[in-house]
């Protein structure tokens, strides 16, 4: 029998391109993760004296570039390098402002849009190096893929599954192969994030500290949502673009548009109490109106005395973009209620992510 074997460590550059296999995070995977080469390969077209009419003679590579897209079950910490989950977070913000608490150590990182994510004071000129451990025959290789940059995040919860997190990234080149890191260590299972843990609410939420780097979230007042299933993306328009620099591949990013949807299937019907999903569809036919959504994940594994491993998604205003109701004959209707983000200014923010863990950033 073949041998069969895959896994991945993903360490933060010092300086993007400069690869990072030694300080690594390793992620659980849900799908193989190859990332795609592209290679600007160009046929010749020079008169050199040969019999052109008979077919070219030579091809040229003028560039290279990668792209991945990493499905995992979200753990609030990385094995071996704890943080390099919340780094994975803020190399796709740009930004975050991380504080410990003194006396019970957990920390709290807020991560929000900056609009330059690549000053100095965010992730500055540093990149994510994707170290795919893969069997080679009966020989397992460490192939690293540098200049790693993450484009878009979508967060999937079904009923009866773990929080899912797809992660778009680009990059810059493969090195060559290497003997594999190996001793993986990955996080425990009290830290996945998961369906028994999720609390969706709209309505009243309260911030605590100043905008947009709060340190905690309460929902006094909030209306509970309980849907089949939940999604949630956002895209920070990233673009690589390759330059007159000597290297040839792409050596500059320049950050786009902030873009948020979100996704809600839920029962199609207008309770005496609670969520209507009645309601808010009538309120999409009405007027270009908006609303918010907050999702909180609670492993229940304390980071710190009366703090426990979370992940918080606050979307503090959603335009609604509609979602009719599905009717067979056979079930009860449902509906998937749509969204899209909009900039709100008392927050700072379209979109924010907070995560509660034993680790500082990498």
């Not at 330059?243 to 950050?255: E, H, I, N, Q, T």
Request: proline share 5%.
């Amino acid at each position: 029998m073949s041998t069969n074997r895959l896994y991945l460590a993903i360490g933060e550059e010092a300086a993007r391109g400069a690869k990072e296999s030694g300080t690594v995070g390793f992620v659980p995977l849900l799908n193989p993760a190859i990332p795609k080469m592209e290679f600007d390969d160009r046929r010749r077209k020079e008169f050199r004296g040969e019999e052109s009419v008979k077919g070219d003679a030579a091809i040229v590579r003028m560039g290279q570039r990668w792209s991945a897209s990493i499905e995992t079950p979200f753990y609030t910490e990385a094995g071996s390098s704890k943080g390099i989950m919340g780094t994975l977070l803020k190399h796709f913000f740009g930004r975050s402002s991380s504080i410990q608490n003194g006396a019970t150590g957990q920390y709290c990182h807020m991560m929000s849009p900056a609009s330059d994510p690549f000053s100095e004071a965010n992730v500055g000129g540093k990149g994510l190096t994707l170290n795919l451990n893969i069997n080679e025959g009966a020989a397992v290789k460490n192939w690293p893929y540098t200049g790693g940059r993450v484009k878009s995040l979508s967060f999937e919860q079904e009923a009866g599954s773990a929080l899912k997190l797809t992660a778009e990234l680009i990059g810059q080149k493969r090195e060559d192969a290497e003997a594999e890191i190996g001793n993986a260590e990955f996080s425990a299972e009290p830290l996945r994030c998961d369906c028994k843990g999720l609390s969706i609410y709209t309505g009243p939420v309260n911030r605590t500290g100043v905008a947009p780097d709060f340190t905690a979230f309460s929902f006094e007042g909030a209306t509970r949502i309980r849907p089949d299933k939940v999604s949630v993306k956002m895209e920070n328009g990233l673009e690589d673009s390759m330059r007159l620099s000597g290297v040839d591949y792409p050596d500059r990013s320049r950050a786009g548009q902030y873009k948020v949807t979100a996704e809600v299937t839920i029962d199609w019907e207008d309770p005496a109490s609670g969520f209507s999903s009645v309601a808010e569809f009538r309120s999409w036919l009405a007027s270009a109106g908006s609303t918010n959504l907050f999702f909180h994940w609670d492993t229940g594994a304390q980071a710190g005395t009366g703090d426990n491993h979370a992940l918080f998604i606050d979307l503090p205003r959603l335009v609604r973009a509609g979602g009719e109701p599905e009717y067979k004959h056979d079930k009860e209707p449902v509906v998937t209620l749509r969204y899209e983000g909009l900039y709100d200014a008392s927050t700072g923010y379209m979109a924010a992510v907070m995560l509660v863990n034993t680790a500082p950033l990498v």
